[in-house]
């Protein structure tokens, strides 16, 4: 399994005209690893993630993941194409404030429709039992501090076992030790044979990645 990120090129209308935030980025990545996107704002880090998670179609260049092209894909097998390969974690969580932590957990195995729901449900407990939110589970996001609610949705990410793991900042707002339960999750999800990428602002991640690809400003 392989990610191949070849020459993707991006740019946004601007009230000043064409605005280019990716000019030309390849790399490849093997399963197991983990790497690091770094770069300060506005540089592109969320743009190349979303590229890469199949949601936002590049001006040119190619995206490769396991073998297939997703944007060569129809919008709805696209669709079924992210659910079931790519987990996301976003840098705002994107929690559901009107579902409590097991519902928010569960809730992107409801959309997809998944048949083994009894199997995700008791994996799903058991994610929010070692990532020590089982006195949380019944609570709405509100109730929760913003430890508490990234970890909620790395487990919604992690819940059905996707090949690639995009997280944005990750442990952007997050305490020492909250950072260090996100970090040493994800790296035993590349242990076992996964693809983690997180975009950061944080340098200190770099030192534990497999890979660096650092974006400066064009």
Same mark, same amino acid.
């Given at each position: 399994?392989? @990610?191949?990120?070849?020459?993707?090129?991006?740019? #946004? =209308? $601007?009230? %000043?005209?064409?605005?280019t935030v990716l000019n030309g980025i390849s790399f490849e990545v093997s399963a197991g690893e983990l790497?690091?996107?770094?770069?300060?704002?506005?540089?592109?880090?969320?743009?190349?993630?979303?590229?890469?998670?199949?949601? @936002?179609?590049?001006?040119?260049?190619?995206?490769? #993941? =396991? $073998?297939? %092209?997703?944007?060569?894909?129809?919008?709805?097998?696209?669709?079924?194409?992210?659910?079931?390969?790519?987990?996301?974690?976003?840098?705002?969580?994107?929690?559901?404030?009107?579902?409590?932590?097991?519902?928010?957990?569960?809730?992107?195995?409801?959309?997809?429709?998944?048949?083994?729901?009894?199997?995700?449900?008791?994996?799903a407990q058991t994610l929010i039992d070692e990532l020590g939110l089982s006195e949380r589970k019944y609570?709405?996001?509100?109730?929760?501090?913003?430890?508490?609610?990234?970890?909620?949705?790395?487990?919604?990410?992690?819940?059905?076992?996707?090949?690639?793991?995009?997280a944005d900042e990750p442990t952007g707002n997050l305490d020492e030790d909250n950072a260090n339960i996100?970090?040493?999750?994800?790296?035993?999800?590349?242990?076992?044979?996964?693809?983690?990428?997180?975009?950061?602002?944080?340098?200190?991640?770099?030192?534990?990645?497999?890979?660096?690809?650092?974006?400066?400003?064009?």
């Amino acid at each position: 399994m392989m @990610l191949i990120v070849n020459n993707i090129k991006k740019s #946004f =209308d $601007s009230p %000043n005209g064409k605005l280019t935030v990716l000019n030309g980025i390849s790399f490849e990545v093997s399963a197991g690893e983990l790497v690091v996107i770094s770069g300060e704002s506005g540089v592109g880090k969320t743009t190349l993630l979303l590229t890469i998670g199949a949601l @936002l179609v590049p001006d040119d260049g190619t995206v490769i #993941f =396991d $073998s297939q %092209n997703p944007y060569q894909l129809s919008n709805n097998k696209r669709a079924e194409f992210r659910a079931k390969n790519i987990g996301f974690i976003f840098q705002q969580f994107h929690l559901m404030p009107y579902l409590n932590i097991s519902e928010n957990v569960s809730l992107p195995a409801i959309a997809s429709n998944v048949d083994n729901e009894k199997q995700l449900y008791s994996r799903a407990q058991t994610l929010i039992d070692e990532l020590g939110l089982s006195e949380r589970k019944y609570h709405l996001p509100e109730q929760l501090s913003v430890g508490e609610k990234q970890r909620v949705a790395l487990i919604r990410a992690l819940l059905c076992q996707p090949k690639l793991i995009l997280a944005d900042e990750p442990t952007g707002n997050l305490d020492e030790d909250n950072a260090n339960i996100v970090i040493s999750k994800l790296r035993e999800f590349t242990q076992q044979g996964g693809i983690a990428i997180l975009a950061t602002h944080d340098g200190r991640l770099a030192e534990l990645a497999d890979k660096h690809i650092a974006l400066s400003p064009k």
